[in-house]
């Protein structure tokens, strides 16, 4: 710690006491060193003005008595410097303690709210998941204008996909958080969730996920209604957990495959839906991302990308 902080009392008394500590032994060790013009020859000062010898002198006297008393001065320092250090280590610990027990409610209150929610939210069914991915993918293959046989294939091969997808996000979203705050597939009233990623800090707000594959085929339409669908969950999960919709924010993951990345124009897409997220007064975040970069991020990745849109301001 080389200059004083005025932040805080504990880290005032701190700095202070080790700056004083630390002048109790720099303040013997320059006046050791330093000659004071002790050696100086008689006929040198002789050559001097008479102000000049008095400056000299009163230079050399001065020096003496710090000299003379540095016994008590060093002391002196270190004892000034350990009142305040231990003063400020005291408040420290006081301080820590109390942020301790704080983030232990914190802990427990999260605890409890995701009990609550798991009350009132129910795991989707194998048939409520598979329905839900149809729908997403009948959508796309409509989209696309295919003959009658070649559409089953199609819907077939998206589904797949579709829950290739999922899989790969939700396992790196339970890797990087773990099950205890991660709920996966949930449903509640007319409402399905893809995942929640439950808070646990008063400065980062919950998380809604809606997972949506992206082909050469989707237009901007279909990215809209996703980021209106998200709208609806997040005002609905509000209301069911009884917070603030501020607390709440919306992330849309765009996927596209590895063989669309080209075609997809995602940079438009970002851009047209940045307003359209805002519209509603909730917080909403289109993100798009490759297959192969979903695969390939990691947990730094992926929180960074979460927390630049959680924190609640």
């Known amino acids: 710690m080389t200059k004083l902080e005025y932040g805080d009392l504990y880290k005032f008394l701190a700095s202070l006491g080790i700056v004083l500590i630390s ?20 006929s040198d000062i002789s050559q001097l003005t008479s102000t000049g010898q008095a400056l000299l002198n009163y230079r050399q006297q001065t020096a003496l008595w710090f000299v003379r008393s540095l016994w008590w001065i060093s002391p002196v320092l270190a004892i000034g410097g350990l009142v305040p250090l231990v003063a400020g280590i005291y408040l420290w610990i006081r301080r820590q303690r109390l942020l301790d027990q704080r983030e232990q409610l914190e802990t427990r209150k999260v605890g409890l709210e995701v009990q609550g929610l798991k009350r009132d939210l129910e795991p989707l069914t194998p048939g409520q998941i598979a329905m839900k991915v149809m729908e997403e993918v009948t959508e796309e293959v409509e989209a696309e204008e295919l003959p009658q046989l070649a559409v089953i294939h199609s819907v077939v091969t998206g589904i797949q996909q579709y829950l290739r997808v999922e899989e790969i996000f939700y396992d790196r979203l339970v890797a990087c958080y773990g099950d205890e705050r991660v709920l996966i597939q949930q449903g509640a009233r007319d409402a399905t969730y893809d995942a929640i ?9 919950d998380v809604v996920f809606e997972v949506k594959r992206l082909t050469r085929h989707s237009g901007v339409d279909r990215v809209r209604a996703a980021v209106d669908q998200t709208s609806r969950l997040i005002q609905e999960y509000a209301v069911m957990g009884m ?11 765009f996927v596209v495959p590895e063989d669309d990345r080209d075609s997809v124009m995602m940079d438009e897409y970002l851009w047209a839906t940045k307003d359209h997220a805002h519209s509603y007064g909730v917080k909403v975040h289109p993100i798009f991302i490759t297959e192969q970069q979903l695969r390939d991020m990691t947990c730094s990745q992926l929180r960074d990308k979460i927390n630049t849109y959680a924190a609640v301001v």
Request: charged residues 20%; hydrophobic residues 60%; glycine residues 4%.
């Open 23 to 42: 002048l109790s032994l720099l303040v013997p060790w320059l006046f050791l060193r330093e000659s004071f013009d002790g050696l100086l020859k008689a």
């Open 197 to 205: 990623l439950i808070s646990d800090r008063p400065a980062v707000a």
């Open 243 to 253: 917070r603030s919709t501020a607390a709440v924010v919306g992330i849309v993951m």
